[in-house]
C-alpha cells in the first residue's frame, strides 16, 4: 500500500486522478484504519492532514464556513457552533467518545457518507451546503442532493470536500438532534432525528418545520412530506401525533444484527414526536395544545 501526504489540494487532486477509486483520503481515520484492519486495504491512502487552510471554522455574517479538517470535538467546544447552530453541536457531542471526538474530523463523516452519520441529518436541516474541488474546477453541491447511497456522495473517487457552509437559521428558530443507540453516545445511531422549527411572529403556529431522519434509508433524508403536513399550523396533539407517525412512514429502515426495520419505525416516530414538543416548547414557551 502506497501512502501519500500532499501538501495542496492540487497535489491531492492529481494524486487522485491518478490512483482514483484504489485511493483512501484520509484525515482523522477513525474509520479508515478500520477498515484497513478488518475489511480490506485500499491501493493507497492520501492524507491530507498537511493541506493548510482546511482546517477552520469561520463566520461569514449568515453563517459559517467549516473546514473538513475540523474535528468533531472543535465543533463540540466552538462558541459560535453552540450558540448559532445548537442541533450541530447536539451531534457533535453525542459523537461517539471523547478520544474519537479529538480525532475524527466533520469532512470524514461527511464523506463516509454513512446513513447513520452523526452530524449528517443536522446538516440537512440547516440547508448546509459543501464545496468540492476536482481536477477540472469546483462544484457547491447541497446536501439535500450530496448523499447518493451507502457509502457514496457527489465527492465520488476524484474529489475533495474543501468547505462546508452552513447558513444560520431563521431568528427565533429551535433546533435539536435525538439518537438512540444501544450503548448511548459510545454507539453509532440506530436512529437520529434532527428538528429545527420557526415559529410564525405570534408564536402561535409553524412557519417552517426541518425534520432530518438518520440510519433508517440508504442515505440520511428530510421527512419532507411530514414537513409540509406541518408547515403553516399550530403543534396540537392531534396533528403531533399524525406527524410522527407520517415522518415513520418516510423511512425506509433494514433489519440487522442492531434491531428490527419494524423497530426503528417505531423510534421514528417517538423521537420525532420528541424532538417536536422539545424544539416547539422551546421556541413558543407553550405546550403542545
Known sequence: MDYFEPKTINEALGL???????????AGGT?????????????????????????????????????????????????????????LWDASHQFASLQIRNTATIGGNICRASPSGETLTSLLILDAKAKIAFSDGEKTEPFASFFQGPGKSAVGSKGLLTEIAVPYPAAGSKSVYLKHAVRGAMDIAMVGVAVLITPDAA????????????????????????????????????????AAAMAASESSPISDQRSSAEYRRWI?????????????KAATGKEVA
Do not use: F
Request: charged fraction near 30%.
Open 203 to 242: 408564536k402561535n403556529s409553524l412557519q417552517d418545520v426541518r425534520i432530518g431522519l438518520g440510519a433508517v434509508a440508504p442515505t440520511p433524508l428530510r421527512a419532507t412530506k411530514t414537513e409540509a403536513l406541518l408547515r403553516g399550523k399550530p403543534l396540537t396533539a392531534a396533528l403531533l401525533k399524525e
Open 31 to 87: 474509520d479508515v484504519m478500520v477498515d484497513i484492519k478488518y475489511k480490506e486495504e485500499p491501493g493507497c491512502l492520501i492524507n491530507i492532514k498537511k493541506i493548510p487552510g482546511l482546517g477552520a471554522i469561520q463566520e461569514n455574517g449568515s453563517g459559517l464556513r467549516i473546514g473538513p479538517l475540523v474535528t468533531i470535538r472543535e465543533l463540540e467546544t466552538n462558541k459560535l457552533v453552540r450558540e448559532k447552530l445548537p442541533v
Open 16 to 26: 487522485l486522478a491518478k490512483h482514483g477509486a484504489e485511493a483512501k483520503v484520509i
Open 268 to 280: 421514528v416516530e417517538a423521537l420525532t414526536r420528541r424532538g417536536l414538543e422539545q424544539t416547539w
